[in-house]
């Protein structure tokens, strides 16, 4: 593996995170009460997911290194939100995500 | 590829993925104490904040020594970005390294003239007198694979099988001098929190700055070199999640324990290193 990849991966976690954590400062600027699951963000979580585990199968639309990179983006940016937001969403799209992976291994 | 980018390339690397891996392992550490912890990249955006901030410089500081001490940490550990990662190249000098890291973290903390640091710088010596003989151990590695040299250590493994089967009182023991680099380590005795921030105490601004790049670097090629010397020739993926493993159960382990003090710290390393010794030799000698 290149190291150049390896750096657009890492700058894009990165910058993904940063990203996430500004934005969820913006929407909550409370004390930490959490008891519902952010739409939008799960959202995110769930296509970011999918880039990331099942770039294999979108390797027709686009560049494998492009649909990491974005996953990792978009991964990052619901990682990285506020301690304690987002870890439900990543949760979910990761199982989503997952099964996505396993029926399309199934039927591909 | 171009030698110098490889090397620019390596060390941005090395420091990004270092700084994550070390904001993951606080984030497990406060997984484990109940608390939510802060985000990933929290130690990502504290260095970068440093290099930022204003840099002041104590009066009983000794200059020129105070500033050029974080300037060759960090050169120190770039040193090993290129000997390890960009030229798979000699073990021994990779213990070089960490034997120069050891005095330069001595000098850190006595340049300073705090009290803090000067008792951290005087910890160094005892932690080098029991990390190095842990370092130490690379010598077994030697006498198995018959070269120093991490491409021959890597071919051998290619043909033989991963060298943690073969060596797996030495990977324990390589991975106690991980343990004991981490922070809020059981050996952390030069950065324990009962001197505050040991040898860092005293060194503000872009000075904190250059010492924050150079943990991350080193926390990075001390899990690289872990992995490479006894898991061989690794994927982009298998590295990610290696490192990702150590760290986490580096955090677990000093989530769980206290900080030992000075004397408990040096001679259980050095037991440890001992028994390491003594008992990878019964292994190679004797069982197999």
Known sequence: MSENVYLIYLISFIIGSIGGLLFSYKQHGEVFIYNKI????????????????????????????????????????VIGMRPGYGRYETFLAIVISALIYGLSSLLL | MNLMADIILNVMVAFLFGSILLGFHRKVMARVQLRPGPPIIQHFLHSLKFFFKETGIPRTSSMPFYISITVILCSIWVAAVIIGPVNHGSLLLLFAIYAVYKIVEHNSGSSSGSPYGKMSCVRAVFSASSELPLFAIIAIIYLQVGSMNIGSIVAYQDINGPLIFKLPLVAIVLFILILSKSPYSPFGITKGKDIISGYETEHFGLLRGYIMLSESISWYILSWVFLTIFFGNLSFLSYTIGMLVIAFLIGLINATTPILNPNHSVMSQISIAILGFVGSLLLMFVVF
């Open chain 1, 38 to 77: 952010d739409i939008l963000a799960l959202i995110i979580a769930i296509v970011g997911w999918i880039l990331l585990i099942n770039f294999n199968f979108l390797i027709f639309i686009l560049n494998p290194i492009i649909s990491i990179s974005i996953g990792l983006f978009l991964i990052a940016f």
